[in-house]
């Protein structure tokens, strides 16, 4: 791949993805493109509060959004060296802009939090069932990649999983850390634990961050049990306009932080690619609304396609 500087100093460093990131094919059509000084693109920038000044940081930047033709995954042809990467993740995204961006843009409440709660210990609930009891008599071992500030490890650890995790940003793994869970920097210090094989590693809205999504996938395989459960959670960019009209269509677009855009079918693909095989959910319920179970026991066996799956390892 190409490498692309777009000015000195601390300005951004992108480099060209010159093929698909999940099949590998050259043919690329182009989708959508356009210099991030231009608007609205410049003013929905501004608004995620970052730690800098975008508007100088960027002004020679430029996108480039493109589709495979031969398996229609869609994605940043231009994005963040990896170098780089760590600067936006440790510098322009600190605790401060964590906090502003989600004030104005997630709402976040007391019911907002409980229904993020209850999906993560839906994830733990089904996790237990797929992998059933170890022989072994030991507690099962999950790695949440990516894992921001701890809270699906902190459910998990309370329902008898042995818990770890690894967040780029410096700023999330303290936030994590405060919560007494155990988190890393990187594959390389997390493998320095020695903590043996995973059971199962959960991805909540990462994988479209990655520059290299495959090869993640293929790195975090070697780390887990044969027969043991991935969980990818990305968003679902079915039905995005090709030219973004509001912010939310382009925050799921977002060329320094949202690389890879995937639907349904493109996320099972790249995971079968990467040594996965797709499996159902099993049923889980955190509720005390009667009506909504038997909705979704009425409706289970008709799972929607969505952009949250599960997989085991070959």
């Not at 995971?271 to 409706?299: M, N, Q």
Request: one cysteine or more; proline letters at 5%; glycine letters at 8%.
């Amino acid at each position: 791949m190409n490498v692309q500087e777009t000015s000195a100093g601390s300005s951004p460093v992108f480099r060209v993805r010159d093929r698909c990131v999940s099949c590998g094919g050259a043919q690329l059509r182009p989708l959508w493109a356009g210099n991030f000084s231009s608007e609205p693109v410049r003013s929905w920038l501004r608004a995620f509060h970052y730690e800098a000044d975008t508007d100088a940081a960027l002004s020679d930047g430029r996108f480039e959004r493109v589709g495979c033709a031969t398996c229609s995954m869609a994605f940043h042809r231009i994005v963040p060296d990896e170098s780089w990467a760590r600067v936006l993740y440790e510098e322009w995204i600190s605790p401060r802009q964590i906090e502003c961006f989600e004030q104005a843009h997630h709402g976040w409440n007391p019911e907002s939090r409980c229904a993020m709660a209850s999906q993560f210990i839906k994830h733990v609930l089904r996790l237990r069932k797929i992998l059933g009891p170890d022989p072994r008599e030991r507690r099962l071992r999950v790695l949440d990649f990516g894992c921001g500030d701890g809270s699906f490890l902190t459910a998990a650890e309370l329902l008898g999983l042995d818990v770890f995790g690894i967040d780029f940003s410096v700023t999330r793994q303290g936030r994590a850390q405060r919560r007494g869970v155990t988190v890393c920097g990187s594959l390389a210090e997390f493998d320095a634990l020695a903590v043996g094989e995973l059971d199962a590693i959960t991805m909540f809205e990462v994988l479209e961050h990655v520059v290299r999504p495959l090869e993640l996938l293929v790195a975090l395989g070697r780390r887990l049990r044969r027969g043991g459960v991935l969980v990818v959670e990305v968003p679902d960019c079915t039905g995005v306009p090709t030219v973004p009209r509001t912010f939310e269509q382009f925050h799921d677009l977002q060329p320094l932080e949202h690389l890879n855009h995937f639907t349904p079918a493109t996320l099972r693909q790249i995971c079968e690619r990467a040594g996965y095989r797709w499996i159902a959910k099993p049923p889980a319920h955190v509720t005390t609304d009667s009506l909504a179970v038997l909705r979704s026991e009425t409706t289970r066996f008709i799972q929607r396609r969505s952009t949250s799956q599960y997989f085991r390892l070959l």
